[in-house]
């Protein structure tokens, strides 16, 4: 009998967008000012981000917050995927306001 494995969801460029701001900003409250986003949307980007990779992201404080070897790992390895993705989005949006 083959052995199943559980296929986990994909997760969601935005998502590691938000990851990606809040360790460059240090701050959840900077981040979702840089992304225009409100501060308890960019908290419930990072916990869905980790509830569909498994692991912890951020170490969370009052004072600060500080990205895992994790979240630090993620980063690195969806640098280019996350740069692409905004590529692609940019050219798409240029398509959509030259004329046909």
């Given at each position: 009998?083959?052995s199943?494995?559980?296929?986990?969801?994909m997760?969601s460029?935005?998502l590691?967008?938000a990851?990606?701001?809040?360790a460059?900003?240090g701050?959840l409250t900077?981040?979702a000012?840089?992304m225009?986003?409100s501060?308890s949307t960019?908290?419930k980007?990072?916990?869905?981000?980790?509830?569909?990779?498994?692991?912890?992201?951020l170490?969370?404080?009052?004072?600060?917050?500080?990205v895992?070897d994790?979240?630090?790992?993620l980063?690195?390895?969806s640098t280019a995927?996350?740069?692409?993705?905004?590529r692609?989005q940019?050219?798409?949006?240029?398509?959509?306001?030259?004329p046909?």
């Amino acid at each position: 009998m083959a052995s199943r494995r559980r296929m986990r969801a994909m997760f969601s460029i935005e998502l590691v967008e938000a990851l990606r701001e809040v360790a460059h900003h240090g701050n959840l409250t900077r981040a979702a000012r840089a992304m225009r986003l409100s501060k308890s949307t960019i908290s419930k980007y990072i916990t869905e981000l980790e509830t569909q990779v498994g692991v912890q992201l951020l170490h969370r404080s009052t004072r600060v917050v500080l990205v895992t070897d994790a979240g630090r790992h993620l980063l690195e390895r969806s640098t280019a995927l996350v740069d692409l993705a905004n590529r692609i989005q940019s050219e798409l949006d240029a398509h959509a306001r030259s004329p046909a």
